[in-house]
Nanobody, 120 residues
Framework: QVQLVESGGGLVQPGGSLRLSCAAS????????MGWYRQAPGKERELVAR???????NYADSVKGRFTISRDNDKKTVYLQMNSLKPEDTAVYYC??????????????WGQGTQVTVSS
């Protein structure tokens, strides 16, 4: 069974930075995608950024140029460096992992979430 453990959330002032980490344990298919999603109060969960095991990256338009996703395949860990944070980035951030099988990415696991609050 795959488990994801997130860390790095917290309270930061507008314009500040945070770095989230998500470490996976258990067996994950070698072709996979790890990503970060977020959910603000009263809103649906949305994609923030994701990266495949081959290095292909997608970002939401709202975070392009401010957030950077990276991963360490040996450590089965994905990171999200968040710079120039805005109040609208406030949300619970969730990590997930998907496995590529039969040409499709299938969800494998979700983390428990970590709160990011951007406020002065």
């Amino acid at each position: 069974q795959v488990q994801l453990v997130e860390s790095g959330g917290g309270l930061v002032q507008p314009g500040g930075s945070l770095r989230l980490s998500c470490a996976a344990s258990g067996s994950i298919f070698s072709l996979n995608r790890m990503g970060w999603y977020r959910q603000a109060p009263g809103k649906e969960r949305e994609l923030v950024a994701r990266i495949t095991s081959l290095g292909t990256i997608n970002y939401a338009d709202s975070v392009k140029g401010r957030f950077t996703i990276s991963r360490d395949n040996d450590k089965k860990t994905v990171y999200l460096q968040m710079n120039s944070l805005k109040p609208e980035d406030t949300a619970v951030y969730y990590c997930n992992v998907e496995e590529l099988r039969d040409g499709n990415f299938n969800p494998k696991a979700w983390g428990q979430g970590t709160q990011v609050t951007v406020s002065s």
